[in-house]
């Protein structure tokens, strides 16, 4: 079920079953630049903790490009490390599994690892069982697609609210499919029009 976050970065889902709840942030966070990234960083951050206030004692993976690197010694880096303390999750790059080497490159000049999972204690301890990165030479991004591999016991999700819309398929269209469909915009298009 989606959650609203009310942040252009982050973006929720909750996943829900008799057996497992698990909340599912996604983010882009922003790159430090000045003060007011840095402020612009924590407020993200205090939107990420407010949804883990909204769910408890569900499982939690937080992903994206958070623009800090665990390596380098930035304000980021910092908040970002307090927040996890705070907060009850781990870097899953801090895991035995993961074999992540960079996700980001300047003109592949320049290496970091600023994409990353993070995950509540139970996941991160338990469930985790890779995390590693796509180099693909097809790739046309700067960012290398980053992968995680949990193993669940889960019988079966609960969805709630689910709705099928039917959409056309043009593929199995038949041409008289297709002049129905014309027929159709051509007599709303005049409809318009004479109005």
């Not at 939107?47 to 994206?64: A, E, K, N, R, S």
Request: overall charge negative.
């Amino acid at each position: 079920m989606p959650i609203a976050a009310n942040s252009r970065r982050v973006y929720a889902v909750l996943f829900e079953s008799d057996d497992v709840r698990l909340l599912c942030i996604c983010v882009y966070m922003p790159y430090e630049s000045d003060a007011s990234s840095i402020t612009e960083f924590q407020y993200q951050l205090s939107v990420i903790d407010t949804l883990l206030q909204q769910h408890p004692g569900c499982h939690v993976l937080v992903g994206g490009d958070f623009n800090v690197d665990f390596s380098c010694n930035w304000n980021n880096t910092l908040v970002l490390n307090n927040f996890c303390a705070s907060a009850d999750l781990f870097p899953v790059s801090h895991n035995d599994c993961s074999k992540v080497d960079y996700t980001h490159h300047f003109c592949m000049n320049y290496f970091t690892a600023i994409d990353h999972f993070l995950a509540s204690d139970s996941l991160y301890k338990n469930a985790v069982k890779e995390l590693f990165v796509m180099h693909d030479v097809d790739n046309t991004s700067d960012h290398e697609p980053l992968c995680i591999t949990l193993e669940l016991r889960v019988m079966r999700l609960k969805y709630s609210n689910v709705k099928h819309m039917l959409r056309p398929a043009w593929t199995k269209a038949s041409d008289e499919n297709i002049s129905a469909y014309q027929s159709m915009l051509r007599a709303r298009l005049n409809d318009s029009h004479s109005k």
